[in-house]
Structure formats: structure tokens, C-alpha cells
């Protein structure tokens, strides 16, 4: 483009990576120039403010400034992989804890049909009398007996089949998920289980 | 797929459910219609008593174990259709 481009060398630079260099004329000299050639003003950003800087300094309050914490926490022990261990093992079973609370409220829920309902049932054959019922409490107990028991525990035993078929049904679907491929098992976590039933 | 049913406790439970259902449904309807009944004078032994609350317990039972066992054996078909694989897609595109 211009002669003195294609002719001269800048000596502030290397003169390999200039165009015209041949490599014949590098001498001792020239790099000693390039290295001692002043450096290009660059911009520079500017100090702020005393009063932003005060706002920007971190807290040297550990319970303020988590960083602090962690830091100091990572200082006084060492790198066992079971110190973290007790990080993540924290936050897993409250979720999975909330995530089971309506199921087992459901097998609670069946559970107690079936037992008030054959309870109930039982009571009311022990109370049995050949001749009809002997005084107020006991036809009570029999016509609550023979109208709620059987239903309690019909409707029990039909919850107690759903839950067997809800939690084969959790058991199925995690089998049947396709699984991680391996590269990505072993980046998630060595011995942990990508996912969880 | 068979495999993995009888891999799953659950069917296992099921299954036994069922079987437990329709022995129990069995028993009943047996037991009802080989009733007698109970002929006494004045008041009934303890064996008369037993076997007249068994004859409660053999009427209550068939309705029940029918529909236990009826669900259970739905709830086995319903884990076995979920319990099937995805199946890849040939290379028409289509599914096999």
C-alpha cells in the first residue's frame, strides 16, 4: 500500500510479524529496540469515586459476605470429597420428602379405611346376639356395622390397589427411561445415579 | 416385558392380590351356599355363634373380593402397557 510500510520496520514491534521482514537484516540491535520502544498509549478506566469505592469494598463481616465464609471454609478443611458430601445430601431429602407427601398420605388414607372398616365389621359380629340386639348401644353398633363396614372396606382395599398400581406404575417408568449415555453419567457425578426412582 | 414385570414388586403384590381375591370370592360363595342355618332351643351354643357370624363374613366377602380382585388384575395391565419401552423409529421414519 504505501512504501514506507512495505519497506520499514516498526521497531516497536516484533519484526517477524511485520510485512517486509526477511528474516536477514533481524540483528541484536533492533530487538533491543523493540523491546525498550515505548508501548502505544492504551485508554485506561478511570479510579472511581472514594464514596463508590467505600459502597464496592467487601465486607469484612463473615456472617455479611458469604464469600468470606466459603473462603475461610475452604481453608480450614481440607478437599475430602465427603466434606461436600453434607452439601448436597442437605437439600435432597426435603424435596423428595415434599414430592412423597400426598403418596404416602394415599396409603395412610387406604390403610385406615380397611383397619376402621374391619374393625368396625368385627365389632359388630362379636355383638351379635341370636335373639336381636340386647340393648340401644348395641343395635347402634350393629346398623353402623353392617351399613359403613362394608363400604370402609371396600373403598380401602380399592385404595390400597391403586397405590400398589401407582407405585409399580413410578417403578415402571423409571425402568423404563432411557438411560444416560456414559460420558454424561461421569460428568454428573461419579456413583451417583443421574436419576432417581 | 415380562421381566420386568415380575421385577416389579409391586405386580408381584398385585398378582398375589388377585389370586387372594378370587380364592377368597370362592370361599364366600361356597360357604353361603352350603348354609343350613342354625337350629336351636333356647339360647345358641359358642360353635352356633361362630358359624353364624362366619355366614356374615362368607356373605360380605364375593362383592369384595370381585372387586378387588377385578382392580387388581387392571392395575396389572396397567403398569404392564406403561412398562413397554419406547420404540425406535426405523429408518423409513415410521414406527416399528
Do not use: K
Request: a negative charge.
Amino acid at each position: 500500500m504505501s512504501e514506507g510500510a512495505t519497506t520499514g520496520i516498526d521497531p516497536r514491534f516484533d519484526p517477524r510479524f511485520q510485512r517486509g521482514y526477511t528474516g536477514h537484516e533481524v540483528s541484536e540491535a533492533s530487538r533491543a529496540d523493540a523491546a525498550s520502544a515505548p508501548l502505544p498509549a492504551v485508554a485506561r478506566v478511570p479510579e472511581p469515586p472514594e464514596s463508590v469505592r467505600s459502597r464496592m469494598a467487601p465486607s469484612r463481616d463473615p456472617a455479611a459476605d458469604p464469600a468470606i465464609e466459603i473462603s475461610a471454609r475452604a481453608a480450614g478443611v481440607d478437599d475430602d470429597p465427603e466434606t461436600f458430601s453434607g452439601w448436597i445430601a442437605e437439600a435432597e431429602p426435603a424435596s423428595e420428602a415434599g414430592a412423597d407427601a400426598p403418596f404416602r398420605a394415599a396409603w395412610a388414607v387406604s390403610a385406615a379405611a380397611v383397619a376402621i372398616g374391619a374393625a368396625l365389621f368385627w365389632a359388630g359380629i362379636s355383638s351379635f346376639d341370636y335373639f336381636g340386639p340386647s340393648n340401644e348401644a348395641d343395635r347402634v353398633l350393629q346398623t353402623v356395622s353392617w351399613s359403613v363396614a362394608p363400604s370402609l372396606i371396600e373403598v380401602g382395599c380399592l385404595g390400597v390397589v391403586v397405590m400398589l398400581v401407582w407405585t409399580g406404575l413410578r417403578r415402571a417408568r423409571a425402568q423404563a427411561a432411557p438411560r444416560p449415555a456414559r460420558g454424561a453419567e461421569a460428568v454428573v457425578a461419579p456413583g451417583v445415579p443421574a436419576e432417581r426412582a | 416385558m415380562i421381566g420386568r414385570l415380575a421385577t416389579n414388586p409391586a405386580v408381584i403384590v398385585l398378582v398375589i392380590l388377585a389370586v387372594l381375591s378370587l380364592v377368597g370370592a370362592v370361599w364366600g360363595i361356597q360357604t353361603s351356599v352350603s348354609d343350613q342355618g342354625i337350629t336351636t332351643q333356647g339360647e345358641p351354643t359358642d360353635e352356633q355363634l361362630w358359624q353364624l357370624r362366619l355366614m356374615r363374613i362368607a356373605a360380605l366377602l364375593p362383592s369384595i373380593a370381585t372387586f378387588v380382585g377385578v382392580a387388581a388384575l387392571l392395575g396389572i395391565l396397567v403398569i404392564a402397557s406403561a412398562s413397554r419401552r419406547p420404540t425406535a423409529p426405523s429408518r423409513s421414519g415410521a414406527l416399528t
